[in-house]
């Protein structure tokens, strides 16, 4: 599917089957949250990006209503992604919301304040959340552009 945040001319495209893959990981683990680090790259001017991978998470902390996940682990795969393709890179983060809507909590807002300062700041980290329940799912894109979250459309 494509998304667009109009306002700003961004865009995002990323594919159902990683959708889908994404959806029936995070149902494995119902009725907790669970979620990981999204890979994909951008165009030569950061405004069209495009969503390719996943990389779970080796650890995290997890409840019904809460996703914290650590990076340490991960640096293999990241570096896997970009050998096969340099422009891969890290883009940003999804987690579940199980039996809820695809809406950020302050918690999900307080953590991608903390993506975009942290050092190697990423161009318009994505927030992807996938509220489902168990005859539907909703995927809810979250972009940070300037230091306002929009929602792609
Ligand atoms: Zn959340």
Redesign the pocket.
Known sequence: MILKIKQIGLSLEVKDELLNKLLEIGKTQYPR?FGGFLIGYYSEDNMNLYITDTILPKKYKVSEY??ERSIKGIENELTEFYTENPRKIYIGEW?T?PDNSPT??A??ISAINTIINSKNTIPNPVLL?IGYCKTTADFGFYGWFENKLYKYE
């Open positions: 949250e809460s996703f987690h919301h950020p909590s918690t999900d959340i």
